[in-house]
């Protein structure tokens, strides 16, 4: 299994400011024939399902405020929130479709200084 | 556009197996270009991917829980359905219904509300 692992487990950050969560695959989750990489991230509040925010590590999904980025290649991943919102707050997964079976990181949950 | 609901009992008793279905509306199964999968979260805990199904039957198990799993998909009703053997405590969880466009590039996009089962006697 293609193991997947976040960084930090938490973290705290003022509104307005950046959140950086990072992610880390066991291997490389890039498909060289088309160049893409295939990891995801979510968004998860309480009580709700998981939301998809970022498709092909960099893709925005329709609807997702472009305050959300990400970015990285290969086996290391980046999601960025550029300026914290109260809705922000929620736990955010990494996960890996490039090969089977799919997989999540542990989770960041990220919370108001 | 496209929702999925699941439903089931929300208490099985150990041993016995648990099965869910998920409801498809404002879209087909069968129109090709997604599978369909199960994903579960135990209490407070990360997500668990369980399988998924194709519109025409072929299936993938996560290899923890293949000789447990089961899902088919009944076309015609437009949905599709999960069983797990021999539950136990450890099968305690919120479970989910995803379509899954794993082969688009597109990864899980749309998610079920979840439906949270109890293995307890």
Redesign the interface.
Known sequence: ?IVMTQSPDSLAVSLGERATINCRSSQSVLYSSNN?N?L?W?QQKPG?????LI??ASSR?SGVPDRFSGSGSGTDFTLTISSLQAEDVAVY?C?Q?YR????????TRVDFK | QVQLQESGPGLVKPSQTLSLTCNVSGGSISSGGYYWSWIRQHPGKGLEWIGYIYHSGSTYYNPSLRSRVTMTVDTTENQFSLKLTSATAADTAVYYCVRDGSAAGTAFDIWGQGTMVTVSS
């Open positions: 299994d893409k295939y995801a979510y709700q399902p998981p939301k998809l498709y092909w999904e997964y996960q479709y089977g079976p799919w997989t999540f990181g542990q989770g």
